[in-house]
T-cell receptor, first 110, second 113 residues
Framework: GIQVEQSPPDLILQEGANSTLRCNFS?????LQWFHQNPWGQLINLFYIPSGTKQNGRLSATTVATERYSLLYISSSQTTDSGVYFCAVARNSGNTPLVFGKGTRLSVIA | EAGVAQSPRYKIIEKRQSVAFWCNPI?????LYWYQQILGQGPKLLIQ????????DSQLPKDRFSAERLKGVDSTLKIQPAKLEDSAVYLC???????????FGPGTRLLVL
């Protein structure tokens, strides 16, 4: 099946700092989503971004499908950004399910 | 708009017992998913429904797990009998259709002793 690798696995930031999270995947995809899982376990969809660039407030994401990677940018980080960020992809054929990476655990300290 | 509802939020059972989880998706969402998330890992799809039909259950341990979505709205996931390794968070998600944004419920935390 498709492999999804996220880096870094852990990240500690001072409040106000910027960060870039990376997602590499091993096959062509037509579905890529970024999620944030807060410390209480709730998964929130951040972006549906199989290709191109999107921005939502302090967050933005870019997917370069031809090179099989996606980046999530967090600017001016806040303590509420803490949690685990997951990238999930689905292969570019049929109705294959989303496969999640292992996530990047982000801790933002005041 | 109300989000995805799940119950119970927590459940503790002994091995070999049975347990059932309930999910009510966002109104109008045709696609419903059940995921298992083991501590420290990303969610893994167990089963996907499109309306009341199963689209994908390739990773569902069918000897002990079952799921249904009889009227194409809410869904139940059952484990019988439970094993220690079933301890995990069971997440339900829904989307308008397949291959678009998925919205997750709060999950059910299961501990099997």
């Amino acid at each position: 099946g498709i492999q999804v690798e996220q880096s870094p696995p852990d990240l500690i930031l001072q409040e106000g700092a910027n960060s870039t999270l990376r997602c590499n995947f091993s096959d062509s995809v037509n579905n890529l989503q970024w999620f944030h899982q807060n410390p209480w376990g709730q998964l929130i969809n951040l972006f549906y971004i199989p290709s191109g660039t999107k921005q939502n407030g302090r967050l933005s994401a870019t997917t370069v499908a031809t090179e099989r990677y996606s980046l999530l940018y967090i600017s001016s980080s806040q303590t509420t950004d803490s949690g685990v960020y997951f990238c999930a992809v689905a292969r570019n054929s049929g109705n294959t399910p989303l496969v999640f990476g292992k996530g990047t655990r982000l801790s933002v300290i005041a | 708009e109300a989000g995805v509802a799940q119950s119970p939020r927590y459940k503790i059972i002994e091995k070999r017992q049975s347990v059932a989880f309930w999910c009510n998706p966002i109104s109008g969402h045709a696609t419903l998913y059940w995921y298992q998330q083991i501590l420290g890992q990303g969610p893994k799809l167990l089963i996907q429904f499109q309306n009341n039909g199963v689209v994908d259950d390739s990773q569902l341990p069918k000897d002990r797990f079952s799921a249904e979505r009889l009227k194409g709205v809410d869904s139940t996931l059952k484990i019988q009998p439970a094993k220690l390794e079933d301890s995990a968070v069971y997440l339900c998600a829904s989307s308008l259709e397949a291959r678009v944004t998925q919205y997750f419920g709060p999950g059910t935390r299961l501990l099997v002793l």
